[in-house]
């Protein structure tokens, strides 16, 4: 019988704990084998600061009591989840050798970030949407003299189940702010522990990879409607019809990352079968430009967003008032 993608498995609020020890010196961010080392500070724990908080602890990259939350009201209650600690956001810099910032991009104005008060700074890592690195750069604090180390990552929808794609982008290697190899790591380890973490070559990709992977979940739940009420026109069950549709494209995305699709397709396309005579429908109702169509127009409209955001950086100091 076959059933739907479960959730994931969370930690029972309540379960008894160790006492938090609290984050000390940081371990050298070596990759993957090093990350249970490191304290990681997440900024923003709705939806997809949840899934990454409970996607770290359940991989075991990270030990809850290296884990600091801050947000303006869910904090508390994944912390308590998972055996983190809330903290506000300057106590949070102090301690994190990582920040993540999972929140809207239109709240990053709204981050009031104190002085860093130690060398070196963090390691951050944006997940706004939109957000370059250059405004990046401009908008969060970093040693005097030193620009920040800041990667950018765009996970998606599926990530919430573990099954996400995440895109991947820093400074090239020798720009300012680039990051070592030793962080690059740690930084897929982190959103690879939610499913698949890739590295575009450059930013500018950036625009192009959101319309695949960020927008591709809705094209991908459009199908899964279609085939369910397609099922349903044909006499089955609704909730039967959902279910089959969305095992189907399950498992076929499962099958994807094994082998080049059109070969999948030859595999159960058998010469005057059923499958083919519905191939021939698709092919006939341009669904495949159509797919193409969609990935084009969500870039360009990724596109024309950018230029038309705002700037998050802080505002310049006003002029001193002329002496008298």
Not at 112 to 126: I, K
Not at 196 to 214: D, I, N, Q, V
Not at 216 to 223: K, L, N, R, S, V
Not at 301 to 313: E, F, I, K
Request: proline share 13%; aromatic share 2%.
């Amino acid at each position: 019988m076959m059933s739907a993608i479960p959730p994931p498995p969370s930690i029972p609020p309540g379960a008894p704990r160790p006492p938090a020890p609290p984050c000390a010196a940081p371990a050298s961010a070596q990759g993957e084998a090093g990350l249970a080392g490191l304290c990681v500070g997440l900024v923003g724990c709705g939806h997809m600061g949840g899934a990454l908080a409970r996607g770290w602890v359940r991989a075991g990259l990270v030990a809850p009591g290296r884990l600091l939350l801050t947000a303006r009201a869910s904090a508390p209650a994944l912390a308590a989840e998972l055996g983190a600690r809330a903290v506000g956001l300057g106590a949070l810099l102090e301690g994190a050798d990582v920040v993540v910032l999972a929140v809207k991009p239109q709240q990053l104005e709204g981050l009031r970030f104190p002085p860093l008060a130690r060398a070196g700074g963090p390691l951050w890592v944006s997940a706004l949407a939109g957000t370059t690195l250059a405004a990046l750069a401009r908008a969060l604090p970093s040693p005097p003299g030193a620009p920040p180390r800041v990667a950018r990552a765009m996970p998606n929808l599926p990530a919430q189940v573990g099954l996400g794609a995440t895109l991947l982008c820093a400074p090239p290697e020798g720009a300012p702010g680039a990051l070592s190899a030793g962080e690059r790591a740690v930084v897929s380890a982190l959103f690879g522990a939610v499913g698949l973490a890739e590295w575009l070559p450059s930013e500018e990709l950036m625009h192009a990879g959101t319309a695949l992977a960020g927008c591709g979940p809705a094209y991908c739940f459009i199908a899964a409607e279609a085939l369910a009420d397609a099922g349903v026109l044909l006499g089955l069950p609704r909730a039967l019809a959902q279910r089959l549709a969305a095992q189907t494209l399950y498992g076929s995305g499962a099958l994807a990352l094994t082998a080049h699709p059109a070969a999948l397709k030859d595999g159960v396309t058998s010469p005057g079968g059923v499958t083919i005579a519905g191939v021939r429908a698709l092919e006939q109702r341009a669904f495949r430009a159509a797919l193409i169509e969609a990935v084009a127009a969500a870039a360009e409209r990724s596109v024309a967003l950018a230029g038309a955001r705002p700037d998050p950086s802080p505002p310049p100091p006003s002029p001193a008032p002329p002496r008298s």
